[in-house]
């Protein structure tokens, strides 16, 4: 296999500081290598990564470290240690590698966290999708900072997290990592995320670049088959805004092929794009054992070392989590196929984050003495995101239970606290290979948090989350015919490679919930109590039986892996102590066999007279209902500004205009927003403004304003959405496509305006020279409850030459809130 040098010009051009490059200049090849690795010092049989049983790192770790070393793999994150045990052995292998190795450079230690820091007695937080559905970059941007802080506290420089990919197939098992389907929630949130953990000290890592969720039929690491304009319009998008606007100083490649090129492999990603084009000048570092799957998986290297050269050829400075190929390196430059300006490159890089960190300069004298990895803003916070990130998709009156009598609580997720967190959980992702470990943190379940709250609670298990045994059948439904509401708890168990029902590795052929969950729930409604459905889920299922007709339950409440807080958060909103205001990150789907789905699609995407077969969500995205009821109204469009209009209102970037504040208590309204309509997303809708539409030089700014009122009775959050309809473009465009979105929450009567200034990149697409362009032409802009229905609607023109975006472009909208 011929290997193509990359320009050896352009590796130089990354050297770093003067201090860093007299470092690289003094080092051997051998010193060099040792920077551009990991080691797992913890790594045993656990499977805690792809095929990792397989490819534990045989090295010897001292041998492993006799020239330094780039990173510490996961030194609390891989299993249970105590925090301040473990930072004591990490000072002094800190002070080791300092005193010990020639140059004395200490290694930049990672973890994962991301919903949390992955570290034993750590606080647990929401999983992504449901900081997607809460439609809140703030406290997404705080509930980093605080991640942050536990980990720069213990000695920790890098987090592995956000996940920027944009849903594509709710069958993927690793959905529940991410964050929604609409590249702009993405990136906002994501965005907000890498600025709070950088904020408090620690790198953040994007991930995974690029075009994982479109792995073919949902399948983990199945071929990609994105087209460049999908790529560029969908994919690409979120990272790109974490990193010019997010500073992002670390991204990690995707496992997959798109097109037959592996993305381990493509200078065209990491050199030509990430680098040249969007000015990024951190560290790339693999995903775990992709650079040797570009041997093992891919075929596409004959050796590990050739597999290391086309890596690192490609733009990937670290091979993690250990040398398994990088190592191999050094026989590819006594051969002459590697330039060693090549390794240089990396090196700098590497070293230019250490020095950034403070690396170079640390001593490790002071050691920490006590933590508190779970403290009263974690939970705080964790509490604020499950509140905020439930979603009511169905009520029928039974919601808020304010005087419930006897309550039966069933289901095989009601008692588990393992049902209530992520994949990448600790306890999901560690302690289940370590049975008998207590989770270190308090974690009530749902059944404990509505014991807790009411008087008179029953319990039932029915049946296991996977499995075909009915025999809890009767027991359930017993206790829930001598109840005067039955609460269902059902859902997913989250793990990975074939251990749960979601989570990586854990894809999906069926969109039906796991084992005999439907025909529990089913049984119980059956016996004539009101039901209220609780869904524990890391991707959203076919739920179609349950939401629609007469014969389902009384009310629906969806949370996507709630968090240490989340038994807490769902009993005070099944109470009504507070009042649900999440909203779909992703389309509830109809069917397995509709998928794969985004709100996202042209005309032919959706239901039409030429197909048989319908892939209308069974919920759209950004659909959600409430205790309260809102007026959205007043939409109008100022196509004349640049900037954000006048001052006095609380503003914020992307849809965080609001404090930490959140209404609870009182009397309960109605459960849907009053007033939309459902509408053909394919035909204009009736026009608000009258008279000639406003317009917008392509290029310009232009500010976007409504006016939203809690008509209801009891405090709550609308999310206010904003979309575009374009027809005559000169490639097919979304029936719909979400430009802009604030959460804003109010008291009963209270009313208030929100502005949007919109920056024309939230016009762009990619043209058929595959130019991201605004292009001239008339835009309908939809103000509405969700994707699919629609308040007010106004006419915008977009006049002038075609204009193609370049760097300094804004891509984030700007939001104002005016009360009163």
């Not at 929630?185 to 690029?210: D, E, M, N, P, S």
């Not at 001052?647 to 205009?657: C, K, L």
Request: aromatic letters at 6%; charged letters at 20%; one cysteine or more.
């Amino acid at each position: 296999m011929t290997i193509h040098h990359t320009d050896v010009g352009a590796a130089l051009t990354s050297g770093g500081s003067p201090r860093v490059q007299a470092l690289v200049a003094e080092m051997t090849l051998d010193e060099k290598l040792a920077q551009l690795v990991g080691y797992w010092v913890d790594q045993g049989d656990e499977v805690v990564a792809p095929l990792s049983g397989e490819k534990i790192t045989s090295a010897a770790y001292a041998d492993a470290t006799v020239h330094g070393l780039g990173h510490l793999t996961r030194v609390y994150g891989t299993r249970p240690v105590d925090p301040i045990e473990r930072a004591e052995w990490l000072w002094g292998e800190q002070r080791r590698l300092k005193n010990e190795t020639r140059l004395g450079i200490p290694a930049l230690v990672h973890e994962e966290c991301l919903t949390g820091f992955a570290a034993w007695k750590a606080a647990t937080f929401p999983t992504p999708l449901a900081w997607g559905a809460s439609f809140d970059p703030d406290a997404i941007e705080l509930m980093a900072s605080a991640i942050g802080r536990s980990m720069r506290d213990l000695g920790v420089h890098q987090g592995l997290s956000p996940v920027l990919d944009v849903v594509r197939d709710p069958r993927w098992g690793r959905v529940d990592e991410c964050i929604a389907e609409d590249p702009y929630v993405v990136g906002t949130i994501g965005t907000a995320y890498v600025r709070g953990l950088q904020g408090a000290g620690v790198h953040a890592t994007l991930k995974h670049f690029v075009g994982y969720s479109g792995s073919r039929a949902g399948r983990n690491h199945a071929p990609v088959s994105a087209g460049p304009r999908e790529l560029q319009d969908v994919f690409l998008p979120p990272f790109e805004m974490a990193v010019r606007d997010g500073g992002a100083r670390s991204v990690m490649n995707a496992y997959v092929e798109i097109d037959g090129v592996p993305i381990a492999s493509s200078p065209e990603i990491f050199t030509d794009l990430l680098r040249r084009r969007w000015g990024f000048d951190g560290t790339v570092v693999s995903d775990y054992f992709a650079v040797e799957f570009l041997r093992s998986m891919h075929g596409i290297a004959g050796s590990l070392g050739e597999a290391a050269q086309l890596a690192l050829e490609a733009g990937i400075d670290v091979e993690l989590p250990g040398p398994d190929a990088y190592p191999y390196l050094a026989e590819r430059v006594a051969s002459g196929s590697l330039p060693e300006a090549v390794v240089d490159r990396a090196v700098a890089r590497v070293l230019a984050e250490k020095e950034d960190l403070g690396l170079l300069d640390a001593d490790f004298a002071d050691v920490p003495t006590e933590i508190d990895l779970d403290d009263a803003e974690h939970r705080a916070l964790a509490r604020r995101l499950a509140l905020e990130s439930a979603v009511l998709l169905r009520n029928d009156g039974v919601l808020p239970l304010t005087t419930p009598g006897r309550i039966a609580v069933i289901g095989p997720n009601s008692d588990s606290a393992e049902a209530l967190m992520g994949c990448y959980s600790f306890a999901n992702h560690v302690l289940a290979h370590h049975p008998g470990t207590p989770m270190g943190f308090d974690i009530p379940t749902v059944r404990e948090a509505l014991e807790s709250r009411f008087a008179a609670v029953s319990y039932a298990v029915g049946c296991a989350v996977e499995g075909d045994d009915t025999s809890g059948f009767v027991e359930a439904a017993a206790a829930a015919r001598d109840a005067d509401v039955a609460i269902v708890v059902v859902g997913d168990r989250a793990g990975l490679f074939g251990r749960g029902t979601v989570g990586e590795g854990n894809d999906a052929e069926s969109l039906e919930l796991p084992g005999r969950q439907r025909q529990l729930v089913e049984a119980v409604v059956a016996t004539g109590t009101p039901v209220v459905l609780v869904l524990l889920t890391g991707r959203p299922y076919a739920l179609g039986w349950a939401l629609d007709g007469a014969e389902g339950p009384a009310a629906v409440l969806q949370a996507f892996f709630p968090g240490e807080e989340g038994g807490s958060a769902l009993a005070a909103l099944i109470a009504g102590d507070a009042t649900p205001s999440g909203r779909l990150p992703v389309s509830l789907p109809r069917s397995a066999g509709a998928q794969p789905y985004s709100y996202l699609h042209p005309i032919l995407g959706g239901p039409s007279g030429v197909t048989s077969t319908d892939p209308t969500p069974v919920r759209p995205f950004g659909f959600g209902l409430s205790y309260t009821t809102f007026e959205r109204g007043e939409l109008r469009v100022d196509g004349g500004g640049r900037g954000a209009g006048e001052a006095g209102g609380e503003r914020g970037g992307a849809g965080g205009a609001e404090g930490a504040e959140r209404g609870t208590g009182g009397e309960h309204g109605g459960t849907a927003s009053a007033g939309h309509r459902a509408v053909d997303a394919s035909r204009s809708v009736g026009i608000s403004a009258s008279g000639a539409s406003p317009e917008v030089r392509a290029g310009d700014a232009f500010t976007v304003s409504a006016r939203v009122t809690n008509t209801g009775t009891v405090r709550g959050a609308d999310v206010v959405q904003v979309y575009t309809h374009r027809t005559g473009a000169s490639v097919t465009r979304p029936l719909a496509a979400l430009v802009a979105y604030a959460r804003v929450e109010l008291d009963p009567g209270e009313s208030a305006e929100i502005r949007f200034t919109v920056p024309s990149s939230r016009l762009a697409y990619s043209d058929r020279a595959m130019r991201r362009v605004v292009e001239p032409g008339e835009i309908e802009l939809r103000l509405g409850p969700s994707c699919a229905e629609v308040d007010e609607a106004v006419r915008l023109r977009v006049t002038g030459p075609t204009y193609e975006l370049g760097p300094d472009d804004a891509r984030v909208v700007e939001v104002e809130v005016r009360r009163g």
